[in-house]
């Protein structure tokens, strides 16, 4: 039994004993492949046959799930349980999915956190966030299936909350630690997953100030505004303060990572600079 290797944490990438599987004959091969194994749980062909092909006849669309699962068995014949009645992924098989080694290894270290006093596991965290190469299963594309559309949409989402949080606390753990290049590298990632994330954006606009980088600062706060116009808004008045602070060469009174309020010339209230909470 070979071992079974699915990467779906960006465009999937399906390998046996180190062989790729590629030029799949149907796309939807490769969907209910994925759909099995990230369920973990059997479906009836019937509700297999609705999710892929609603708008076939019953018929028609259990002849399609029969090819699609013929395809299956030819390409991964151990890894998939399949009856008469049910189909399901073969979790005794020898395999490896990533989206269960990343959710694993976020919840772990992220429990430690929310312990009174806990850290967490930022080795753990950092080595999660690795799998995160993109969306889940980006650049998959399923047609008049909504059923299936809304699956994917959601796990996308939450599997992209997770990154994010794991970021958010991989951004606090260096910060604190005073370590600005592994800082921004997280919160590079971060704004890659979220560009209009403006407490990411002035977080980095005051390390990079801090480091004398001023100008790439102030084009920080130009790829904020334009990440917040795509949604029809404007930045924050935080965020405008803070470039006004840059620009005008203000100095800012800060420790590394710890920004903490300043009267700006010209303002009746303090702009606090924390950049994430």
Not at 159 to 166: E, F, G, K, N, S
């Amino acid at each position: 039994m070979g071992e079974l290797r699915l990467a779906l944490l960006g465009r999937a990438r399906v390998t046996c004993d180190g062989a790729p599987l590629t030029g799949w004959a149907l796309q939807k091969s490769l969907a209910l492949l994925a759909y099995q194994a990230v369920t973990g749980q059997p479906h009836s062909r019937g509700a297999l046959a609705g999710l892929l092909w609603p708008d076939c006849t019953e018929a028609n669309a259990r002849s399609n799930l029969r090819k699609v699962l013929a395809e299956l068995r030819r390409r991964v014949p151990a890894h998939l349980a399949i009856t008469r009645t049910q189909a399901a992924f073969n979790r005794t098989s020898t395999y490896w999915l990533d989206v269960e080694a990343f959710e694993r290894d976020i919840g772990r270290a992220l429990a430690l956190r929310a312990n009174p006093g806990g850290r967490a596991d930022a080795a753990a965290l950092a080595g999660a966030i690795e799998l995160y190469r993109a969306g889940f299963l980006a650049g998959l594309a399923v047609h008049r299936a909504p059923a299936f559309e809304e699956w994917l949409l959601l796990e996308r989402e939450h599997l992209r909350h997770l990154a994010l949080r794991a970021l958010h606390a991989l951004v606090d753990h260096h910060a604190a630690r005073a370590q600005p290049e592994r800082t921004l590298a997280y919160l590079d990632r971060l704004l890659a997953i979220e560009p209009a994330h403006e407490e990411a954006h002035r977080h980095k606009m005051v390390l990079l100030a801090l480091r004398g980088q001023r100008a790439a600062a102030l084009r920080q706060y130009e790829a904020c505004c334009q990440a917040v116009d795509a949604l029809d808004t404007e930045p924050d008045r935080e965020t405008t303060v803070l470039y006004e602070q840059i620009r005008t060469g203000v100095e800012l009174p800060v420790s590394f990572g710890r920004p903490v309020p300043t009267r700006v010339p010209g303002h009746s209230v303090h702009a606090p600079l924390t950049p994430l909470v």
